[in-house]
């Protein structure tokens, strides 16, 4: 899908999270933004100073660094170097795989 394509997909917005998590747990709407706010904010600062964040059936977070590589202006089609970088990478667990690869066959 390129950069202008618009995705139909659902999207699941931060705030609905909160919503959601309201209706699961004995806990008001404010305490849920603070927990979930802590939450990211903790993975945050371990991806930040380049450690892996596993959360157990749901997958890892790692951060990686690429090198530099040659690339290609595309507007031009002039080389352009690709400057070295730091990226973060997901990787789903296998049960989260299994889930949704059950949710897609029905």
Not at 33 to 59: M, N, R, S, Y
Not at 73 to 94: E, L, M
């Amino acid at each position: 899908m390129s950069n202008t394509e618009q995705s139909t997909a659902p999207v699941l917005t931060k705030a609905q999270l909160i919503d959601l998590l309201q209706e699961e747990v004995v806990l008001n709407k404010r305490e849920i933004q603070e927990l979930v706010d802590a939450f990211f904010g903790l993975i945050t600062k371990h991806l930040v100073a380049a450690d892996e964040v596993k959360l157990l059936g749901f997958g890892n977070f790692q951060v990686r660094d690429k090198p530099p590589r040659p690339g290609r202006n595309p507007r031009t089609g002039k080389p352009a170097p690709i400057r070295a970088r730091r990226v973060v990478t997901f990787h789903a667990s296998s049960k989260l795989k299994a889930l949704v690869q059950t949710r897609a066959a029905s």
